[in-house]
């Protein structure tokens, strides 16, 4: 069965830290990697990823897939409480369906 | 421009009764796909439709869960004689073209059984 695993479940860091959230993948038909943060509405995007080693960015959020090794980090620098979520990985293999993880709770601490 | 809108927020049914959840697609978009998520887990596919067309149902249950999306008006989520179980939010999220990776998702429906 396809799997995505995300890692820490939780974390809670203080305004200001830097984060590193992991996500792994088993898929039969691996197409993209989506990054989505879900905070008390709806998902909302950040990224899409589809090759290794290119690294995405926008601000203070990036992303970077590894094919090779079937995982993907978000990073997220100088965090503030407006980070504080759950942000949710997501595979596609191209059949219309997204495969989720169960998603990493990050919460920043003034 | 608005977002995929579904309605209600939240909805409060008792067992054995029918629940109707609704989602607009965002404008310009015909390709609609319904999710859930239980507490603490991941969102679940439940199906994926087009206009007037069910694409892909293998992530609904066989029974008292059924899903439309028809020529005119919104997308209906409905389900029938509801159990405790079935409690969670459902997410309604749309895209423009088919194999379009990335969803717009509203901002959900939470069903409470009593």
């Known amino acids: 069965e396809d799997k995505v695993v995300q890692s820490p479940l939780s974390l809670v860091v203080h305004e200001g830290d830097t984060v590193t959230l992991n996500c792994s993948y088993e898929?039969?038909?691996?197409?993209?990697l989506l990054w989505y943060k879900q905070e008390k509405k709806a998902p909302t995007f950040l990224f899409m990823l589809t090759s290794s080693g290119i690294e995405k960015k926008s601000g203070r959020l990036s992303s970077i897939l590894d094919k090779k090794e079937l995982f993907s980090i978000l990073n997220i620098t100088a965090t503030q409480t407006g980070d504080s979520a759950i942000y949710l990985c997501a595979v596609s293999e191209g059949n219309e369906k997204l495969t989720f993880g169960t998603g990493t709770r990050l919460t920043i601490i003034p | 421009n608005a977002g995929v809108m579904q309605n209600p927020r939240h909805l409060v049914r008792r067992r054995g009764q029918e629940a109707r959840l609704r989602c607009s697609p965002m404008k310009g978009h015909s390709h609609v796909y319904w999710y859930r998520q239980l507490p603490e887990e991941g969102l679940k596919f439940m199906v994926y439709?087009?206009?007037?067309?069910?694409?892909?149902e293998s992530g609904m249950p066989k029974e008292r869960f059924s899903a439309e999306f028809p020529k005119e008006g919104p997308s209906i989520l409905r389900i029938q004689q509801v159990v405790r179980g079935d409690s969670a939010a459902y997410f309604c999220?749309?895209?423009?073209?088919?194999?379009?990776?990335?969803?717009?998702f509203g901002s959900g429906t939470q069903l409470s059984v009593l």
């Open positions: 898929v039969t038909n691996f197409r993209s």
């Open positions: 439709l087009q206009k007037e067309n069910i694409i892909d």
């Open positions: 999220a749309s895209s423009p073209v088919q194999g379009h990776e990335k969803l717009f």
